[in-house]
């Protein structure tokens, strides 16, 4: 879904009335260096069972696995983050996902492994040779023109 205007109350509008599935994919955080630079990809949506690292708040630094994804509230629950209340029970915490750093992935679905391939980085694809091409200009291949193709009369 690709967003044309700049109007911040219409971007705002897009977010709250967004899908389900639509959600899922807004919900993506920066993934660390390491893995950046292992699978060529800036950033993923965030699943349950993935490893972050909380970035801002009260909660700065602290690293934990994910075990809820709050689509509904754009919110993820980090494992061992949470408060506690004043009759004595632990709450868990809700965290914004912009302000996380995926530092493990859940690869457990084969799905995920798909998409990284297929996002990866082109310099892993095998790229064609130098050769090919300058036999090609050798050859003088020229691609057809436009100005070849017969008119059609209009009217």
Do not use: C, F
């Not at 990866?120 to 003088?140: F, N, R």
């Amino acid at each position: 879904m690709k967003i044309k205007t700049k109007d911040p109350s219409k971007q705002r509008k897009l977010l709250y009335n967004a899908p389900h599935h639509i959600r899922a994919k807004i919900m993506s955080a920066h993934l660390s260096q390491n893995l950046r630079e292992s699978y060529g990809v800036r950033s993923l949506p965030i699943r349950s069972g993935d490893t972050v690292r909380i970035l801002r708040g009260d909660y700065k630094d602290y690293e934990g696995r994910v075990t809820r994804v709050d689509r509904r509230k754009y919110r993820i629950y980090v494992d061992g983050v949470a408060r506690e209340k004043a009759d004595g029970t632990t709450t868990p915490v809700p965290i914004h996902y912009s302000k996380v750093e995926i530092t493990r992935l859940n690869l457990d679905d084969d799905w995920r492994k798909r998409i990284l391939e297929r996002k990866g980085s082109p310099e892993k694809e095998e790229k064609p040779s130098e050769e090919t091409d300058e036999k090609e200009k050798e050859e003088g291949s020229e691609k057809p023109s436009g100005n070849d193709k017969k008119l059609r009369s209009r009217g």
